[in-house]
């Protein structure tokens, strides 16, 4: 086991070495024209295109290119972020633990629902139950993302005046600029409790629920539907039958026996969707005003900011290679016959 | 009981949220675009200037609404010489910076001279070194490339050391290189904020000497400490910026602390989405929001039981558009001028300048629907391409606007007739996105091609890129530009759009040299009136000339919750609103009511 976490492990560079060659060679699809046009947003500037081209070196070829910029990252410079006026490093020390923390408080409702819904539906198989989680599935399947920000946005928070958006009220966000307030993790939620400030704690808690439930709405539908199927198909299977035969209690044999195997399946799914939630939920990021790293690599993408969006395709790359090392591992604690050698 | 709890859980989640209103002394502004940089010598963009004109000062500024009446701030008073080429300033003498250090004459020449040296392409430095260095405004290491001798950098430094003196600790000194009536006003820009030196150079900033000056010509200031810390004497110091939010508070050591600002926090808050912007502003949870167009402040703004719309016809801004007319198109490989030649299939290169054509062009362009399909019937027309505001602007020249007749009379006398029997065809692009070309696009297609069946205009969508490259390549006939103000001189527009050497105008092969007499006059002498004068005449000018026109203005708008006023409100206006300002009105002058 040991040994297969190792060699895993030892893949990840190759993989981020080769991510990072794509994104330039991507790049260099695109004209340097085209790459110098996207620094270009006034007309005061529209004579720079060929200044521009020069001071970052927009004309030069892949390997030149490349080398330009792997030299600084080999010297732990990952470069300057034209988005976020800052160093790289600077910007993801900050968004990585937001988006995190929005990604795991909606990751978690959103697999227990999962998993609860998906189970009911089975063992209701066809039934009323079945019938209504189902169409609730394909409702919350069909709506658009921001639709269903937008629905929040404008009604509870606007309507009602619930919740905020944003990652903290303003006056905390005074409070904590010009108190001694440690950000250890860069999670409010527990830097409130690590700071003895569970108004903190609280506060980032209910500017969570927002945006946690909207991915929520739209994400568990996904979870439920795999775990429905899957357990279905465990439920199926001749082990059921034997344990039922033997006399099992009904809930011991569906919860302890089958659903522990129907898991697997979930397990697989929602390792990368936890990857891509914290990378990639640019909508809801932008909707609630939670400055995460979605938001930040969709700009990136749009002005061709290379810096960004090479850190930003390289540390996605790192968190789903390590995500799915960690699925690995999830799958013998669920299922102890998988061994790896 | 566990059902008790979640009830307790979800009635608390709610009911400490119920409408927050942003306290008595907190303001919070909601805008998109992010700052660019905080180094006043970096930061060339509204939003940084937003933040720069309350943390920094400058040595003179803008009074009030006007933008041709002055008052001092770290200065008391200042003379210039008569050969108009030296300014002297008397500096205020109990100034403090945010770190304590006091201001004296030293900080004044550190801040000057460090925006010379470094000077960086995309900053405001050029304006400054064209008044007091030269070298066509570009910093050294642009000038001479890689070819400069150490001889050649002696005397560029030289001239940078020598255009700003001290006299004594409140005593500073500016010397031109030439008579330039814009200079004083020059100095009213964020990019000459007065900084601290002490507290600059013991953070690893330019070390004020000659020793370190040329490591840092042309230097992105975005890398360097500056770029998010404050050093300035403004009402309010810099608490935190990271990329996005700015926060700030009020400087206890202030100078003209007697006018306490009654803000004593402002969080000026990045939120790019509208809607969300919207929904804050509903919740009480921002004084002032950025609403991009009209029809979304007409539709969702007003009503709104907590907000306010505030607007006025005066409030036209600091900056000028105009359709251009290319009067050297490239001919080569050039589609947009189809055969080349004045055959009906095409044009010639030099197809504007003829002034019949442009007057034709003039007289087919219609006003009022821009006014009405661009601006929602909310903008002012203009007489010349300058502000209003500004000096010189004369609201008595004639105003072209569409006329068939008058239209088929020129285009009848364009090249001795034979362009109204051969007719023509060209091109006019825009970049896609683009509605304010795209509808001069398409009215002037619309005029023009029911005068004559032989007249055929194509209107083009083009990719930005594709659209620079033209416009860098001189393919484009004719083409929308606008420009925002760097400083409140009206030659900041007037040499740009109408000088045969300006920004806009050289592109376009516009030369006239009567007119490059009267700006070069205008920006050689001091006397305000003497200037309109002169300015006003390039207006008449123009208006017979036709080398551009101006497009309609739209007038401005404000979106505030309903308790925020300022002070040295116009009677009859919650707010003030100075165009030269970023954020239309100071920090300081925020009065919740």
């Known amino acids: 086991m040991l040994n297969y976490i190792i060699r895993r492990a030892l893949q990840i560079p190759l993989v981020l070495f080769v991510l990072s060659l794509i994104i330039v060679g991507l790049m260099q699809l695109l004209s340097p024209q085209q790459r110098a046009a996207a620094f270009i947003t006034s007309d005061k500037q529209i004579e720079h295109l060929d200044q521009i081209i020069e001071k970052y070196h927009l004309d030069e070829g892949f390997i030149v290119q490349y080398k330009l910029w792997a030299k600084e990252v080999l010297h732990g410079n990952l470069g300057f972020s034209r988005i976020s006026k800052e160093p790289v490093t600077a910007t993801v020390r900050k968004k990585l633990p937001a988006s995190t923390e929005l990604a795991l408080s909606a990751f978690i409702p959103i697999v227990l629902m999962g998993i609860w819904l998906g189970t009911l539906a089975a063992t209701h198989r066809d039934g009323l139950l079945d019938q209504v989680l189902r169409v609730v599935a394909i409702i919350g399947w069909s709506l658009p993302t921001f639709v269903v920000a937008i629905w929040l946005v404008a009604w509870v928070y606007g309507g009602l005046g619930w919740f905020g958006i944003g990652r903290l009220p303003n006056s905390l966000l005074i409070d904590l600029a010009t108190g001694n307030f440690h950000p250890h993790t860069g999670m409010f939620t527990i830097d409130g409790i690590l700071n003895g400030r569970l108004d903190v704690t609280w506060a980032a808690l209910v500017r969570l629920v927002l945006p946690a439930t909207a991915l929520v709405i739209v994400v568990s539908a996904g979870i439920m539907r795999v775990m429905r199927s899957s357990m279905l198909d465990e439920l199926g299977k001749d082990y059921v039958r034997t344990a039922r035969a033997k006399g099992l209690p009904e809930g011991r044999v569906v919860y302890k026996h089958a659903r522990r195997n129907a898991l697997i399946p979930v397990i697989t799914m929602a390792g990368p969707m936890l990857g891509r939630m914290i990378g990639g939920i640019v909508v809801i990021e932008l909707i609630f005003n939670f400055p995460g790293l979605g938001e930040w690599a969709a700009k990136a993408a749009l002005q061709l900011d290379m810096n960004t969006l090479l850190a930003f395709v390289l540390l996605i790359g790192l968190i789903m290679a390590t995500v799915n090392l960690l699925v690995d591992i999830a799958y013998v604690v669920v299922d102890p016959r998988i061994r790896y050698e | ?19 927050a209103a942003t306290g008595p002394d907190t303001y919070v502004q909601m805008t998109y675009g992010e700052v660019d940089s905080l180094d006043p010598a970096q930061a060339y963009d509204t939003a940084s200037g937003a933040i720069l004109e309350n943390i920094y000062e400058t040595l003179y500024t803008y009074k009030g609404e006007s933008i041709t009446e002055y008052e001092p701030v770290l200065a008391t008073d200042y003379s210039i010489s008569d050969d108009g080429k030296t300014y002297t300033f008397k500096l205020r003498r109990d100034v403090l910076f945010h770190s304590g250090n ?56 030289q001239a940078i050391d020598d255009s700003v003196q001290c006299v004594d600790d409140y005593t500073v000194q500016f010397h031109l290189i030439k008579k330039d009536p814009s200079f004083f006003v020059k100095l009213m820009y964020t990019a000459s904020s007065i900084l601290d030196s002490k507290y600059a150079i013991e953070n690893g900033e330019w070390s004020g ?9 042309g230097k992105d200031l975005r890398e360097g400490f500056l770029h998010n810390h404050d050093a300035g004497t403004g009402a309010f110091k810099l608490v935190k910026w990271a990329g996005k939010d700015v926060i700030a508070e009020r400087f206890i050591g202030y100078w003209d602390y007697a006018n306490k600002p009654q803000m004593k926090t402002v969080i000026i808050k990045v939120v790019d989405e509208q809607a969300t912007r919207i929904q804050a502003l509903k919740a009480g949870d921002a004084d002032r929001i950025t609403v991009n167009d009209r029809a979304t402040l007409e539709t969702q703004i007003r009503g709104m039981a907590n907000a306010k719309v505030l607007e006025s016809d005066k409030w036209l801004g600091a900056a000028a558009s105009a359709v251009f007319f290319n009067q050297k198109i490239a001919a080569q490989d050039n589609p947009m001028i189809g055969s080349g030649q004045l055959d009906g299939n095409g044009i010639p290169a030099d197809f504007f300048t003829d002034v019949n054509v442009r007057k034709a062009f003039a007289y087919s362009f219609d006003q009022d629907a821009i006014i009405q399909d661009v601006y929602l019937g909310k903008a002012v027309p203009l007489t010349m391409a300058l502000p209003p505001s500004f000096l010189g602007y004369d609201p008595n020249i004639p105003i072209y606007n569409v006329d068939p007749d008058k239209a088929e009379e020129y285009f009848k006398k364009a090249y001795g007739g034979k362009l109204w029997e051969t007719g023509f065809t060209m091109t006019i692009a825009y970049n896609s996105g683009n509605t304010t070309r795209q509808t001069v696009a398409e009215i002037l297609k619309q005029n023009i091609e029911a005068l004559n069946p032989k007249f055929k205009i194509n209107v083009k969508a083009m990719p930005w890129p594709q659209f620079l490259a033209a416009y860098k390549n001189g393919q484009l006939p004719a083409l929308v530009l606008g420009w925002g103000a760097d400083y409140a001189d009206p030659d900041n527009f007037i040499y740009v759009f109408y000088h045969s050497n300006g920004y806009f105008a050289k592109k376009v092969g516009y030369a006239n040299p009567e007119m490059d007499k009267l700006i070069e006059e205008a920006r050689s002498i001091t006397d305000p009136a003497k200037r309109a004068a002169l300015y006003s005449k390039v207006g008449r000018l123009a208006y017979e000339d036709v080398p551009v026109l101006p497009l309609p203005r739209p007038t401005g708008w404000m979106v505030l919750a309903k308790n925020v006023y300022t002070k040295g409100a116009p009677a009859g206006m919650d707010v003030y609103n100075n165009p030269m300002r970023s954020g239309s009105f100071l920090w300081k002058d925020i009065i919740k009511k």
């Open chain 2, 102 to 157: 006091r201001m004296t004459c030293r900080d004044v020449e550190y801040s000057i001279e460090r925006l010379l040296v470094t000077n960086p392409g995309d900053s405001a430095g050029w304006f400054y070194a064209e008044s007091l260095i030269g070298y066509d405004g570009v910093n050294a290491k642009d000038y001479f490339g890689d070819g400069a001798s150490q001889a050649d950098l002696d005397k560029y430094w």
């Open chain 2, 209 to 217: 000497t000659k020793a370190d000056w040329y490591d840092w010509a």
């Open chain 2, 1 to 19: 009981m566990k059902k008790h709890l979640l009830k307790i859980l979800a009635l608390g989640l709610v009911g400490s949220m119920a409408f």
